[in-house]
């Protein structure tokens, strides 16, 4: 059970170009989804919480307009990043949780690897 | 907000003695901590988890204990094998009032060697 699916897992684009990036759970309802990135070799740094149906809060420091993230349903979330450059190249992962995160266990996909040329 | 430390950062065993990793937590209102794996190229897997209620859990080879009153937890792995290589995290708890994230520790490098 808690299964999430990241799709895709590997992105390579060219500079300029949007990335869409989608998260699911796939049998149970997740009511908060985040969404992390990850450096090699470090920590997971958390970008985003988003609620299903309403608008997504944004870390300190972390483009609103650069990272758009939807979060349409209870078993979907997608994380676009609009005019992609280089420095987005990175590990992208999303979790899922029932409802909260801190007090409730958060499921993560397998992360999408994005690299712009 | 919450800050973790994570030691160590690299840890070397052979196969069949135990691994022993430390956190520390600072926010004392914490009352969950997660443990999760980490392998190359996927996305961290939940190992076991504690909540503040107990001081110990326990699952096959894999336990965690929890000193409320210390603010630490440890994950212990006993009669390692060479597949439990790999980055381990610990993470607490910290709530905004509009959505309870977490934390993460920096990741300890677990190689379990034959």
């Known amino acids: 059970g808690a299964v999430v699916s990241q799709h895709p897992s590997w992105v390579i684009c060219k500079s300029g170009t949007s990335v869409k990036i989608e998260c699911r759970s796939l049998d149970f309802q997740a009511t908060t989804m985040f969404w992390y990135r990850q450096f090699p070799k470090q920590s997971l740094m958390l970008m985003a919480t988003?609620?299903?149906?309403?608008?997504?809060?944004?870390e300190q420091g972390v483009e609103k307009d650069k990272f758009l993230i939807n979060h349409a349903s209870l078993t979907l979330s997608t994380l676009t990043v609009t005019s992609a450059h280089p420095e987005d190249s990175s590990f992208y992962i999303c979790s899922a949780s029932l409802r909260g995160g801190g007090n409730q266990p958060q499921h993560f996909g397998d992360g999408t690897r994005l690299s712009i040329l | 907000g919450e800050n973790v430390e994570q030691h160590p950062s690299t840890l070397s065993v052979q196969e069949g003695d135990s691994a022993v990793i430390k956190c520390t937590y600072s926010d004392s209102a914490s009352n969950y901590f997660p443990w999760y794996k980490q392998e190359l190229g996927k996305g961290p897997q939940l190992i076991i988890d504690?909540?503040?209620?107990?001081g110990e859990k326990k699952d096959q080879r894999i336990a965690v204990t929890l000193n409320k009153t210390a603010k630490h937890f440890s994950l212990h792995i006993t009669e390692t094998q060479p597949e439990d290589s790999a980055v381990y995290f610990c993470?607490?708890?910290?709530?905004?009032?509009?959505?309870?994230?977490?934390?993460f520790g920096t990741g300890t490098r677990l190689q379990v060697t034959l």
């Open positions: 993470a607490a708890p910290y709530d905004t009032g509009t959505a309870s994230k977490l934390t």
């Open positions: 504690i909540r503040s209620n107990v």
């Open positions: 988003s609620n299903e149906g309403s608008k997504a809060t944004y």
